[in-house]
């Protein structure tokens, strides 16, 4: 089955500094892979998603990721951090059966200093 | 821009109990779902609903879990017989035609807390 691993639990970075919060997949073919971010409280939103094609995609709030199939990585990115990004950060892999359904990694709360 | 709508925000109830939570995904959308975050940990997927029945879940979903949508607009999930290890975050979602490439919709959770 698929699963996902976000390997840094807790990261904290200074305000304008950039970031990048490490996702890695099992799948044996090309998986869809998504970034959500959730504040306290919220429910999930969307930043960004890859299926196919460019390596590279942008979303939104100025995060971007790149898909690296040699690494099975997923990483997400933001050159300039705002105190505003503070928030838990989950990447979700796609079952690709009949549901369909999410499988997500355990998340990594992102705090930012100013 | 639509979003997925879920009632009530938070709910309180004694163990042992029925509850029921209420979602109204977007209305495009032909692709259903319930997960679950306990407090602290990663979001955890219960359920999928297309076409009036459930396409797949989870072991978490035993038979006490039952999903329904009553009319063209909601799409609800019941716990019977609710234990205190039900208490967590429920989340609905929903998705367009096209599930594969289409991202999932959440609302924004029902809080449950089993007494």
């Known amino acids: 089955a698929q699963s996902v691993t976000q390997p840094d639990i807790h990261i904290t970075v200074s305000e304008g500094a950039s970031l990048e919060l490490r996702c890695n997949y099992s799948y044996g073919a090309t998986p869809y892979l998504f970034w959500y971010v959730q504040s306290p409280g919220q429910g999930l939103q969307l930043l960004l998603k890859?299926?196919?094609?460019?390596?590279l995609v942008q979303g939104i709030k100025g995060f971007e990721a790149e898909f690296k199939r040699s690494q099975s990585s997923f990483n997400l990115r933001k050159p300039s951090v705002h105190w505003s990004d503070a928030a838990e950060y989950f990447c979700a892999v796609d079952a690709l059966n009949t549901g369909n359904q999410f499988y997500f990694g355990t998340g990594t709360s992102l705090t930012v200093i100013p | 821009e639509p979003e997925v709508t879920q009632t009530p925000s938070h709910q309180v109830t004694q163990m042992g109990q029925e509850v029921i939570l209420r979602c109204v995904p977007i209305?495009?959308?032909?692709?259903f779902y319930w997960y679950r975050q306990i407090l602290g940990q990663k979001v955890e997927f219960l359920v999928s609903?297309?076409?009036?029945?459930?396409?797949?879940k989870s072991e978490i979903f035993d038979d006490r879990f039952s999903v329904e949508r009553p009319d063209g607009s909601n799409f609800t999930l019941k716990i019977r017989s609710t234990k205190l290890e039900d208490s967590a975050m429920y989340f609905c979602?929903?998705?367009?035609?096209?599930?594969?490439?289409?991202?999932?919709?959440f609302g924004d959770g029902t809080r449950l807390s089993i007494l």
């Open positions: 209305s495009n959308h032909l692709y």
């Open positions: 979602a929903s998705r367009a035609l096209g599930a594969g490439n289409q991202p999932q919709h």
């Open positions: 890859y299926f196919s094609g460019d390596t």
């Open positions: 609903f297309y076409n009036n029945e459930i396409s797949e």
